[in-house]
């Protein structure tokens, strides 16, 4: 790697002893070009990492009592943590739930403002304005939505004549909640990224299926959808990064309730470690989410990148 | 029944008339040619024709059946684009296959005509690469392959060799001819290249500003052009336009004393002379004056720029003559070779018109 971004000028068939030391030379200035990136890399993603697996393995201090090692308790007690289950299973559902919806969502409302309608440039818009605002923003719109009796979704449930109903405040109801608002903020960004592949897909293919008697279902699962593989794997794994990495909308609309039935992993490390402050316990727990993250976008490559055909 | 019947039809874009009020016939299994500068509106009436647009009036008749408003699948045609539209992520028997799969074909049956298309074309070892896998030339094949499992009564190609070498040109226009022929199929080809147009077609379209310039045999659309535009479009070089002026005895060649060309005026017309039928006029001969400007030595003959008057001309001259520049030179034609053109109206004119150069020289001899 040194060698290759060594300003040589020497071609590899024509290099003497000389030259080699030449390239000795310009391996040390390739390595100081990536020294800065290396020292950002590794204090504040490498280091970390690390330094959170360790703290995983020693108890939390705690005013006099400095931290001790303790092997694998914290993970011990994490397995025994019924709120650590709770939070991994709505995660789950969480992410199931909302992953799919709104990669298909993205992906119909790219099909449609891709084509040749009126008002398509405000309509691109209208579909990207949830992902420019904050979660945080998004989530007091949504909380309005939400409110009991004088929210929207109530005022226009009592039209149908509906009472009301506690939205965020009711167990069977409080998730799925939270996953309508994040399918419809994520739901624009994955749109952005289907319009601009399929911008890329050549018109001529279109009609030359015209042509050969392929109907519009046909040609989008032969055609457009293989085409699209790329972009649904990219958009794919930043789903599942975002569906454990955002939990904005958790902080400002139930706090993981009611009775954590809102309570995402990532919501919970926090409230472990800068609520309770039990750091040790937070970093044993995100350690779980590192090994989900990774094992999940690992995955996600070596099943797709046989499958999709990068142009 | 005519395969193909285009009656008056137009398009326009915006406030360009891209094809105005086009109207030719092509017989069943004969190769015609639209040829035409770019812009010029054939690539346009190729796709009006396949329903990949619309027309705006007139009336596309295929096999004798209105087809004006049905869609480009149910209009029983195959193409063959420019840029080959090949699906990138399908194997070359996928790609040929996809018209066949999209219409429900029988398993076997699409075996067949894969097999088929596969011997013919020879692309036998190359069914399961992609796209990307293969040079311009295969791809252009697996294009001809999805063309021809079709089996469609009429093929339409858009400018299918532009992206090819030269010397791969020259071979898949024979291929292509040859594979027409043996399948009997009509083909309709837009080319912008008249070598191709002259060697492939039975018919030539010439196209100019969306309309047609001349519909006509190669043979006829070189020996006879219709138009000052056709005289310019066909031939390399393409023939010479020597406008005339009235001179005492009759017309001559603008900008020389002489000698007169035909009894009458000259003022208005082009006389046309295709470079090979100029030779060097004998010493007893009478001949144009004119003065060479350059020479191209082209090893079976040269190409030899002249000036007579204000007009200049190319001429072909066979054997190893090299002219020095500034060297005065007589050149004579044969009297049927010449063409008269009227520079108002850009259109032939005929011996009808009561003109007959081919009297000037015998009467100047």
């Given at each position: 790697?040194?060698?290759?971004?060594?300003?040589?000028?020497?071609?590899?068939?024509?290099?003497?002893?000389?030259?080699?030391?030449?390239?000795?030379?310009?391996?040390?200035?390739?390595?100081?070009?990536?020294?800065?990136?290396?020292?950002?890399?590794?204090?504040?993603?490498?280091?970390?990492?690390?330094?959170?697996?360790?703290?995983?393995?020693?108890?939390?201090?705690?005013?006099?009592?400095?931290?001790?090692?303790?092997?694998?308790?914290?993970?011990?007690?994490?397995?025994?943590?019924?709120?650590?289950?709770?939070?991994?299973?709505?995660?789950?559902?969480?992410?199931?739930?909302?992953?799919?919806?709104?990669?298909?969502?993205?992906?119909?409302?790219?099909?449609?403002?891709?084509?040749?309608?009126?008002?398509?440039?405000?309509?691109?818009?209208?579909?990207?304005?949830?992902?420019?605002?904050?979660?945080?923003?998004?989530?007091?719109?949504?909380?309005?939505?939400?409110?009991?009796?004088?929210?929207?979704?109530?005022?226009?449930?009592?039209?149908?004549?509906?009472?009301?109903?506690?939205?965020?405040?009711?167990?069977?109801?409080?998730?799925?909640?939270?996953?309508?608002?994040?399918?419809?903020?994520?739901?624009?960004?994955?749109?952005?990224?289907?319009?601009?592949?399929?911008?890329?897909?050549?018109?001529?293919?279109?009609?030359?299926?015209?042509?050969?008697?392929?109907?519009?279902?046909?040609?989008?699962?032969?055609?457009?959808?293989?085409?699209?593989?790329?972009?649904?794997?990219?958009?794919?794994?930043?789903?599942?990064?975002?569906?454990?990495?955002?939990?904005?909308?958790?902080?400002?609309?139930?706090?993981?309730?009611?009775?954590?039935?809102?309570?995402?992993?990532?919501?919970?490390?926090?409230?472990?470690?800068?609520?309770?402050?039990?750091?040790?316990?937070?970093?044993?727990?995100?350690?779980?989410?590192?090994?989900?993250?990774?094992?999940?976008?690992?995955?996600?490559?070596?099943?797709?990148?046989?499958?999709?055909?990068?142009? | 029944?005519?395969?193909?019947?285009?009656?008056?039809?137009?398009?326009?874009?915006?406030?360009?008339?891209?094809?105005?009020?086009?109207?030719?016939?092509?017989?069943?299994?004969?190769?015609?040619?639209?040829?035409?500068?770019?812009?010029?509106?054939?690539?346009?009436?190729?796709?009006?024709?396949?329903?990949?647009?619309?027309?705006?009036?007139?009336?596309?008749?295929?096999?004798?059946?209105?087809?004006?408003?049905?869609?480009?699948?149910?209009?029983?045609?195959?193409?063959?684009?420019?840029?080959?539209?090949?699906?990138?992520?399908?194997?070359?028997?996928?790609?040929?296959?996809?018209?066949?799969?999209?219409?429900?074909?029988?398993?076997?049956?699409?075996?067949?005509?894969?097999?088929?298309?596969?011997?013919?074309?020879?692309?036998?070892?190359?069914?399961?690469?992609?796209?990307?896998?293969?040079?311009?030339?295969?791809?252009?094949?697996?294009?001809?392959?999805?063309?021809?499992?079709?089996?469609?009564?009429?093929?339409?190609?858009?400018?299918?060799?532009?992206?090819?070498?030269?010397?791969?040109?020259?071979?898949?226009?024979?291929?292509?001819?040859?594979?027409?022929?043996?399948?009997?199929?009509?083909?309709?080809?837009?080319?912008?290249?008249?070598?191709?147009?002259?060697?492939?077609?039975?018919?030539?379209?010439?196209?100019?500003?969306?309309?047609?310039?001349?519909?006509?045999?190669?043979?006829?659309?070189?020996?006879?052009?219709?138009?000052?535009?056709?005289?310019?479009?066909?031939?390399?070089?393409?023939?010479n336009?020597l406008?005339?002026?009235?001179?005492?005895?009759?017309?001559?060649v603008?900008?020389?004393?002489?000698?007169?060309?035909?009894?009458?005026?000259?003022?208005?017309?082009?006389?046309?002379l295709?470079p090979?039928?100029v030779?060097l006029?004998?010493?007893?001969?009478?001949?144009l004056a004119t003065e060479v400007l350059a020479a191209?030595?082209?090893?079976?003959?040269?190409i030899v720029a002249l000036r007579a008057g204000?007009a200049r001309l190319s001429v072909?001259l066979?054997?190893?003559?090299?002219p020095?520049p500034?060297e005065p030179l007589r050149v004579?034609?044969?009297?049927?070779?010449?063409?008269?053109?009227?520079?108002?109206?850009?259109?032939?004119?005929?011996?009808?018109?009561?003109?007959?150069?081919?009297?000037?020289?015998?009467?100047?001899?």
């Amino acid at each position: 790697m040194a060698e290759s971004l060594a300003p040589s000028v020497d071609r590899p068939s024509t290099r003497r002893p000389a030259g080699r030391a030449a390239a000795g030379q310009g391996g040390l200035a390739g390595w100081l070009l990536l020294l800065p990136a290396a020292v950002l890399l590794a204090a504040f993603t490498h280091y970390p990492a690390v330094a959170t697996f360790l703290h995983s393995l020693y108890s939390t201090p705690r005013g006099s009592r400095p931290a001790h090692f303790v092997g694998l308790d914290n993970y011990q007690a994490m397995i025994q943590d019924p709120v650590f289950w709770q939070s991994l299973w709505n995660n789950a559902v969480y992410a199931l739930g909302t992953i799919p919806a709104a990669i298909a969502l993205a992906l119909v409302m790219a099909l449609w403002v891709n084509g040749r309608i009126r008002g398509r440039g405000l309509l691109r818009l209208a579909y990207f304005t949830p992902t420019v605002l904050p979660m945080i923003a998004v989530a007091n719109i949504w909380l309005f939505f939400y409110t009991p009796d004088y929210g929207l979704i109530d005022q226009v449930g009592h039209l149908f004549g509906a009472g009301a109903h506690n939205w965020l405040g009711s167990r069977s109801t409080a998730l799925a909640c939270l996953m309508v608002v994040t399918v419809w903020k994520e739901a624009g960004f994955f749109m952005i990224f289907y319009l601009a592949a399929l911008q890329q897909i050549a018109p001529v293919l279109g009609e030359a299926a015209a042509i050969e008697g392929a109907g519009r279902w046909y040609f989008f699962r032969r055609v457009t959808f293989p085409l699209l593989m790329p972009t649904t794997l990219f958009v794919l794994v930043n789903a599942v990064i975002n569906a454990f990495r955002v939990v904005d909308h958790v902080v400002v609309m139930t706090r993981g309730g009611p009775d954590n039935a809102t309570e995402l992993l990532l919501f919970y490390i926090y409230e472990v470690a800068f609520k309770f402050w039990d750091t040790a316990y937070g970093a044993t727990l995100t350690m779980v989410l590192l090994a989900i993250l990774a094992a999940v976008a690992l995955g996600q490559f070596l099943y797709f990148d046989k499958r999709v055909h990068y142009r | 029944m005519q395969a193909i019947r285009l009656e008056e039809v137009s398009k326009q874009w915006g406030e360009a008339r891209a094809v105005d009020r086009v109207t030719f016939e092509a017989e069943p299994g004969s190769l015609v040619v639209l040829l035409g500068p770019s812009g010029c509106g054939k690539s346009t009436t190729l796709r009006l024709i396949a329903g990949l647009e619309q027309v705006d009036t007139g009336r596309v008749l295929i096999d004798g059946r209105d087809v004006t408003a049905l869609p480009p699948s149910q209009r029983r045609l195959a193409m063959v684009f420019q840029s080959y539209a090949l699906f990138p992520h399908l194997s070359v028997a996928e790609n040929i296959l996809f018209g066949l799969t999209a219409r429900r074909v029988a398993r076997t049956e699409r075996a067949r005509r894969l097999a088929r298309a596969a011997e013919l074309l020879g692309l036998g070892g190359l069914l399961e690469r992609k796209p990307g896998q293969l040079s311009g030339g295969q791809q252009q094949r697996v294009a001809l392959g999805r063309a021809i499992v079709a089996e469609q009564p009429l093929c339409l190609m858009d400018e299918p060799l532009s992206n090819l070498d030269a010397q791969l040109r020259q071979e898949m226009r024979h291929e292509i001819r040859a594979l027409q022929q043996s399948l009997g199929m009509t083909l309709l080809y837009v080319t912008h290249d008249q070598a191709e147009a002259m060697s492939m077609a039975d018919r030539v379209i010439l196209m100019n500003q969306g309309r047609i310039e001349q519909d006509a045999a190669p043979a006829e659309l070189y020996d006879r052009p219709a138009s000052l535009f056709a005289a310019r479009f066909i031939g390399t070089p393409p023939m010479n336009l020597l406008p005339l002026a009235d001179g005492p005895g009759g017309a001559v060649v603008r900008g020389t004393a002489g000698p007169p060309l035909f009894a009458g005026g000259g003022e208005g017309l082009a006389l046309g002379l295709r470079p090979e039928t100029v030779t060097l006029a004998g010493a007893a001969e009478e001949g144009l004056a004119t003065e060479v400007l350059a020479a191209e030595y082209l090893g079976a003959d040269s190409i030899v720029a002249l000036r007579a008057g204000e007009a200049r001309l190319s001429v072909r001259l066979a054997g190893r003559i090299r002219p020095q520049p500034g060297e005065p030179l007589r050149v004579t034609w044969p009297g049927a070779a010449a063409h008269l053109f009227d520079l108002s109206t850009g259109r032939r004119l005929d011996e009808a018109a009561g003109i007959r150069l081919g009297a000037v020289r015998r009467r100047l001899a």
